[in-house]
């Protein structure tokens, strides 16, 4: 089973907790707090993985949970920091934030990492609290709560060369051919359902890796046949070599299923044409075929090169391989759109961002008000409620926020429900 698209939860670990503690020891008066900090939670970290080739794992584990952080000590004892969690990905896999579609990362060389969720920072333990107004705090920070979200992975295969064409041109016949792999070939429409991955060599032993993809057919960019769902594999490829039943064993004129093909690579991804294609005029041990190949070379427009050859009797092909060979040697390791981005000057885009807002305030069919946003919801998730000290000090940060100004605005007066996450509180003037 080949899986190249999945969707998965990730979460950082949460900090750990500072706690309230005092020093307490034989002739020491006054001994004062000692409460440690909470320690770091784990980042969630996608790192590739060169052995693996395919999304296989996260169809079967959709959720990845890094550890927290340790809760911090008496005696001002830091807790300890979460062990990052590291998750194997193959090679070409592309990260996207499913709500944004933001692309985070682009991972394709071996020992590559990304950050995909940051843990959360350790709580404060009351030692940090101690001013001289209040040299002796009941007050700890509960420890940040890690980044989680929803990402889209996409694998686009990393290979060299690409094979392209109508389904049953001959392309999983070339491919098990001139590489040990074992595609499954049989004389029906998309018998090639999933990618399959041949390493090449030469006689001057030169080395490459050929796909083979499923066949494309009109339509193919929006969806039809298994064309939209394999499309993306083209993208990374370094060489197109295109592949032409040019006998028309099914009745289809070869020169219009080159231009059809174009087509649809060029409305996938316009970048497309600008990659080196090779023709292959396939199924030349058949009669008909010297007659369409000669008729083919009259309509051809562009400048590629053709290689007539037979994949069935191996005819032609030691030219072919050179050919290629050669193309890879004179094309750029990276894609062309990575090529012109390295290319071009660096330039700083400043662009006006609004501040996203502290908190939202909104009503329940009951009437309760209730108050959202990421930041109010942090700080109502880092404070320690089982100590008067911590509550007064959260109802000063509202304040300074403008939460208590907003909810009267909104109409809220003494005794009015207030709503925060799943708890309530009770507004009072």
Do not use: C, F, H
């Given at each position: 089973m080949f899986v190249d698209q999945t969707k998965i939860y990730v979460k950082g670990g949460d900090g750990?907790?500072?706690?309230?503690?005092?020093?307490?020891?034989?002739y020491v008066p006054l001994g004062g707090p000692a409460g440690g900090d909470g320690g770091k939670g784990a980042n969630v970290i996608f790192e590739v993985n060169e052995g693996l080739r395919t999304l296989m794992d996260f169809r079967y584990q959709k959720h990845w949970k890094a550890p927290r952080g340790e809760h911090g000590m008496s005696k001002n004892q830091h807790g300890k920091n979460a062990k990052d969690m590291i998750v194997k990905v193959p090679p070409g896999t592309v990260v996207i934030d499913a709500e944004t579609k933001e692309v985070i990362a682009d991972l394709v060389e071996n020992g590559q990492r990304a950050i995909i969720a940051k843990g959360g920072r350790g709580g404060r333990g009351n030692s940090r609290f101690a001013t001289p107004q209040?040299?002796?705090p009941e007050l700890a920070e509960n420890g940040e709560p890690g980044q989680e979200r929803?990402?889209?992975?996409?694998?686009?295969l990393l290979a060299d060369v690409g094979l392209v064409g109508f389904p049953s041109?001959?392309?999983s016949t070339l491919l098990s051919v001139v590489s040990s792999a074992k595609p499954k070939i049989a004389e029906y429409h998309f018998t090639t359902i999933v990618p399959n991955l041949g390493m090449v060599e030469t006689e001057d032993n030169r080395s490459f890796v050929m796909a083979d993809l499923p066949g494309l057919i009109e339509g193919a960019h929006q969806g039809v046949g298994l064309g939209h769902q394999f499309l993306r594999h083209?993208?990374?490829t370094r060489v197109i070599v295109h592949v032409i039943d040019m006998a028309a064993t099914e009745g289809r004129d070869p020169y219009e299923d080159y231009l059809t093909i174009n087509k649809e690579l060029e409305e996938y991804n316009l970048r497309l044409t600008e990659r080196p294609q090779v023709i292959v005029a396939n199924k030349m041990d058949i009669p008909e075929a010297e007659e369409n190949l000669q008729k083919f070379k009259?309509?051809?427009k562009e400048?590629?090169?053709i290689y007539p050859i037979s994949a069935v009797t191996r005819k032609g092909l030691r030219e072919l391989l050179f050919a290629v060979a050669d193309k890879i040697e004179q094309t750029p390791e990276f894609p062309l759109e990575h090529a012109e981005e390295e290319a071009g000057e660096n330039r700083v885009l400043y662009k006006h961002e609004s501040e996203p807002q502290d908190f939202f305030i909104t009503r329940d069919p009951d009437g309760a008000f209730v108050l959202s946003g990421d930041k109010i919801e942090k700080l109502f998730k880092m404070t320690n409620f089982s100590t008067d000290e911590s509550v007064r000090r959260f109802a000063r940060q509202l304040r300074g926020m403008g939460v208590d100004g907003a909810l009267r605005e909104k109409g809220a007066k003494d005794g009015d429900l207030v709503r925060l996450l799943e708890f309530e509180f009770e507004f009072i003037e």
């Open positions: 750990g907790n500072g706690i309230v503690a005092y020093r307490r020891e034989k209040n040299p002796a929803d990402v889209l992975l996409e694998l686009k041109v001959g392309k083209i993208e990374r009259e309509q051809l400048d590629y090169p």
